[in-house]
């Protein structure tokens, strides 16, 4: 299934029929604030294998990271951090960010590293928002990569639906993406390091 969405007039009924979709087990590639993404959701252990199997890794391997709709979700899915990093989390979320964070025990074990971390992002996209506050749950997710061998990332929903229509279960379009991944930070040591300078800029 491919739907175009129009990000400043969504239509209830096609955030209703994604939802639907990723609630029943499937895979769906979705626009968030820096490139588009393959998710699915946290609950769905045969979603995820599947996901894991189109990214070429497994689920205890692939570094994977959640999206959630708001600040104040994250805590349900880390152990306590400190007030620096909330400051930081507060700052730059929503936004093209990916906080890496301790996990806590609510977590399935397949998702975790051996370290017991996990990769966190609220993205400032109205569509992904849109499905998160619907569906009331995590998603799953991992940036959508492109084998050209120029382009690292997809930009054009168009060529994501030539790529991809027989992989995943619906393609959600909204526009053109930018083609840098999420800024990473990980907030698991003493002090945040950046792990990677995507599209998100630090102050």
């Known amino acids: ?32 604030d820096s490139v588009y993404a393959l998710v699915c959701c946290l609950n769905q252990k045969d979603a995820m294998i599947k996901l894991c199997k189109l990214v070429g890794k497994k689920p205890a391997q692939s570094n994977l990271s959640m999206l959630l709709p708001s600040i104040s979700t994250i805590s349900d899915y880390t152990t306590p951090f400190g007030s620096s990093v909330f400051r930081m989390l507060k700052s730059y979320t929503p936004g093209p960010y990916t906080f890496i964070l301790r996990a806590n025990n609510s977590i399935p074990k397949m998702f975790m590293s ?16 849109a499905i998160l506050e619907q569906i009331k749950q995590p998603l799953v997710s991992s940036s959508l990569k492109n084998e050209d061998e120029f382009l690292e990332y997809f930009s054009d929903p168009y060529e994501i639906q030539s790529d991809w229509q027989d992989k995943v279960d619906v ?12 800024t990473i930070i990980d907030c698991t040591g003493h002090e945040p390091e950046l792990v990677r300078e995507g599209a998100g800029k630090l102050d």
Do not use: F
């Open 1 to 32: 299934m491919y739907i175009e969405i129009d990000k400043e007039h969504i239509a209830y009924s096609d955030i209703q029929d994604i939802v639907g979709i990723l609630n029943n087990g499937g895979i769906a590639i979705i626009p968030t």
């Open 114 to 129: 051996k370290r017991k971390e996990v990769g966190i992002r609220v993205p400032d996209n109205k569509i992904c928002q």
């Open 171 to 182: 393609i959600v379009a909204g526009g053109n993406s930018i083609m840098e991944p999420s």
